[in-house]
């Protein structure tokens, strides 16, 4: 009996050796991309606000799916193809500024004098600059006019008469002001936009191929604006931010309360100093920290490792994302998941 004790212990020693060099080999190396960061990400936003089946007739929720949907395909074709995140938020901005149905370029809501008073911003999260303008009208492609600033000029953000007479200079293509309001179908839309309380904003946030971030956002500010209002949008930090150490944000909502509470600065600090991941970041931005000042809105974002997040406080925000396996949703209602 008492020989039989030596080989029970060999046998069980030589198991735990080969449990241990077969866990070693499953182990995964510590450096290098994470193994589940998709190669790269999309997501768009079309606006938050108080957006319901009720107020929104199904043949212009289509309309804005299709929209949204087609958006998505211009970012695919730059992002599949190795473009730069920065390329695609820029191109993605500008197709949703040229379609009328949001509040951004063509379309834009009017002021209280009737005038239509564009702001954009652009980040890229690699080199951690940016470019804004405010409150132009002859711009027909603002997005385009921040990206100028970020890379032509020494400052961060023009507004009014001198950012337009930088654009013409950088040579973009010029309007005149009356191009942003599209008269006779706009006045059906404005009439339905009036009803619903449709903001429209329209912004893209993107990871590229290299792990890349960017970020931009795009509107007519607030309905009735007045006094040379500026909203979030323009402003680096509130309505966008990127950085390729946490996460590319473009937010949507009521400007005054994404300003004041630097909500796209915010969710990436969250993320750097508190180790916040990025749902949980937005949801107490938006469903505690705003829902207790009386701020309403909604943002996208997407973290460095493709993780991303479509949230608002309002009942719905026009929305959409693409993954590289090609699987895109565009979505309106807050019930939509
Ligand atoms: N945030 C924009 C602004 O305050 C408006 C919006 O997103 O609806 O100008």
């Known amino acids: 009996m008492k ?6 212990i060999m046998v069980i020693l030589l198991t735990g050796a080969v449990l241990v060099m077969a866990n070693l080999r499953k182990k995964i190396p510590v450096s290098g991309p994470a193994p589940t960061r998709p190669e790269y990400v ?13 107020s929104l007739p199904d043949s212009m929720a289509a309309e804005y799916y299709r929209e ?4 998505l395909v211009v970012g695919h ?5 190795g473009g730069t995140a920065l390329d695609a938020v820029e191109a993605v901005v500008r197709f949703l500024e040229d379609c009328p149905l949001f509040n951004a370029g063509k379309g834009a809501v009017f002021t209280a004098e009737g005038k239509n008073e564009l702001d954009a911003s652009i980040m890229d999260g690699a080199t951690g600059l940016a470019g804004a303008v405010a409150g132009v009208t002859t711009i027909k492609n603002p997005v ?9 000029s020494l400052h961060v953000m023009l507004a009014g008469r001198g950012a337009e007479a930088f654009a013409r200079q950088m040579g973009l293509e010029m309007v005149a002001p009356e191009y942003f309001s599209t008269p006779d179908r ?17 912004g893209a946030v993107a990871l590229d191929k290299k792990g890349n971030l960017a970020a931009a956002t795009s509107t007519g500010g607030m309905m009735m604006k007045q006094w040379g209002r500026i909203g979030d949008s323009p402003v680096i930090g509130a309505g966008t931010f990127a950085s390729n150490r946490t996460c590319a944000v473009s937010c949507t909502g009521h400007g005054e309360y994404f300003i004041r509470n630097a909500v796209a600065y915010d969710l990436s600090a969250r993320m750097q100093y508190a180790g916040t991941p990025l749902r949980k970041g937005a949801h107490e931005i938006l469903h505690v920290k705003l829902k207790e000042q009386g701020g309403t809105g909604g943002l996208i974002a997407i973290d460095k490792n493709g993780n991303f ?3 608002f406080n309002t009942t719905g925000m026009f929305r959409g994302y693409l993954l590289p396996s090609g699987e895109t949703k565009v979505m309106i209602f807050g019930d939509e998941k």
């Open 3 to 8: 020989k039989r004790y030596p080989v029970i």
């Open 42 to 54: 999309l997501v768009i936003h079309g606006g938050a606000g108080n957006i319901t089946r009720e």
């Open 68 to 71: 949204l949907q087609t958006a």
């Open 77 to 81: 074709r730059i992002l599949d193809t």
């Open 144 to 152: 385009s006019a921040a990206r100028a600033v970020m890379e032509k």
């Open 186 to 202: 706009y006045q059906s839309w404005k009439e339905a936009r009036e009803k619903m309380d449709k903001k429209g904003t329209v």
């Open 309 to 311: 997040v479509m949230d």
